[in-house]
């Protein structure tokens, strides 16, 4: 089995959420409601209190998508910088089946990918082992 099978062809991961253009934004919220205030029944007129606990709701909504938002961004580059402390280190795919040492990391959606000086590709999961150049399987590295 190829070690790369399990990720898709897909382009580097885009660092904007892309369920961000689906979202209604805070101008289109203010449009609705003062759509909905203009065209509501006049004989038996929504609460005032009732549109603040919308205008509230709306705002918590909004400001959750932007926290998930950071932390998706947070994790990306969390995963980038671990995966570029692999450069020059020795690394053997989780079934043992390729080794080499890493030339580069590519980060995609849905997984990071190091390429080996032999040009080789090994997707960065759980079961890889990563070691020093010339250290054996299985040793422990060295700690300074």
Do not use: C
């Not at 603040?52 to 959750?64: H, I, K, M, T």
């Not at 090994?122 to 990563?130: A, F």
């Amino acid at each position: 089995m190829d070690p790369v099978s399990a990720t898709s062809s897909t382009s580097p991961a885009n660092f904007t959420s892309a369920t961000s253009s689906n979202m209604v934004d805070y101008d289109a919220f203010l449009k609705l409601l003062v759509a909905e205030m203009k065209n509501q029944d006049p004989t038996s007129p929504m609460e005032s209190t009732e549109y603040v606990a919308q205008l509230a709701a709306f705002s918590q909504v909004e400001q959750s998508v932007q926290i998930n938002a950071k932390l998706d961004n947070i994790l990306q580059a969390s995963a980038l910088t671990q995966a570029t402390a692999m450069i020059g280190k020795e690394i053997t795919s989780a079934g043992g089946e390729v080794s080499g040492i890493v030339k580069e990391v590519k980060l995609y959606s849905d997984g990071v990918i190091a390429v080996l000086e032999s040009g080789e590709k090994v997707l960065i999961e759980p079961g890889i082992e990563v070691r020093a150049p010339g250290q054996a399987p299985g040793d422990e590295e060295e700690t300074a």
